[in-house]
């Protein structure tokens, strides 16, 4: 078994409804999370509460360095000001993850007295084109 170790996993950016090839520099930690919503399933007669799954969430959270020059922060950057989604793929060394495009919720800098500038964002999954894909 081939087990991933986060340091070479990688994250690309790219237009909405692509297959993201850029890069981006600069990124410290990745989270991807995904859950499913769910509804509660009672019947008469039975004591016991069931659930039945619904929708699925997918959502990234991203520690970046803080580079106002670098190519994929603008990306981000005018994503988020401008209100318009952006294709991102979170990928292990093997090439293995999901590809979507989602919509800039969080742009946060943190502004240490001892350490780097940092940038914490938050991405929404964005379906408008496409479903999210493993690949």
Known sequence: MSFCVGL???LKYGAVNTTPATTLQNVQDVTVSGDKETIDRVRRGVKW???????????LDVALLYDPTDAGFTAIRQAYYNDTPIALAALDDQGHGWIADYEVTKFERSEPVEGDLTMSLSFALNTDKRSPVWV
Do not use: E, F, P, Q
């Open 49 to 59: 509460k069931g659930k039945k799954t619904t929708c699925k969430n997918l959502a």
């Open 8 to 10: 070479d996993a990688v």
